[in-house]
């Protein structure tokens, strides 16, 4: 009777640890935004647009380098068309990234920018971007996918180089959920 009893205990602290750690899970992802916000670290870039009419810094040149990779069980071929560009500080540029489905099925990606050194991110502007957006691919489709960004001219003086890295994951499975 009394290993019953346990038994029905240990059930019940297990149950609770698993729903514990399932609301931990959701609860990461709006205190990982708060972190970043508050220390600035990470590469998380601002999301703003600014206005059109910034100033250029002209006197003035920085070094963007561009990094992609895939994760996982990702069955893509994912790299910058350019790896490595100058660019003035309040000056727009427009670059690409390839992508290629190299399996047999269609599959939906998702790419997730990091902005290194992590004080540098503040001042990365991604106007446009395939990271805002999912990017399904069918089997064996290729795609250029196309980011706008800029520097903002404040960029610390310290900052001669910046890197913008993607990491791209499978999200098939889950837009299939969902769908």
């Known amino acids: 009777m009394a290993n019953a009893q346990e038994n029905r205990r240990l059930i019940t602290t297990l149950i609770g640890v698993v729903v514990g750690m399932f609301g931990f899970g959701f609860a990461l992802v709006p205190l990982y935004d708060v972190f970043c916000e508050i220390t600035g670290i990470n590469g998380k870039t601002s999301g703003e647009v600014a206005a059109q009419s910034r100033t250029v810094d002209e ?22 068309v350019v790896n490595r560009l100058k660019v003035h500080p309040g000056e727009s540029r427009q670059v690409a990234f390839y992508a290629r489905n190299l399996s047999a099925e269609a599959t ?3 790419a997730i920018p990091s902005v290194s050194p992590g004080l540098g991110a ?23 996918l196309g ?25 098939t499975d889950k837009v299939s959920e969902r769908g």
Do not use: H
């Not at 990365?124 to 489709?141: H, R, T, W």
């Not at 960029?155 to 001669?160: A, K, N, S, V, Y």
């Open 59 to 80: 006197q003035r040149v920085v070094t963007v380098e561009f990094i992609a990779r895939v994760q996982g069980d990702m069955p893509w071929e994912f790299k910058p």
């Open 147 to 171: 980011l706008l960004f800029y520097l903002d001219p404040e960029l610390p003086p310290e900052i001669q180089t910046v890197t913008l890295s993607y990491t791209l994951y499978n999200i």
């Open 108 to 110: 939906v990606g998702q």
């Open 122 to 144: 503040l001042y990365f502007s991604k106007v446009e971007c395939f990271c805002f957006n999912q990017q399904p691919l069918a089997a064996g489709e290729e795609a250029e």
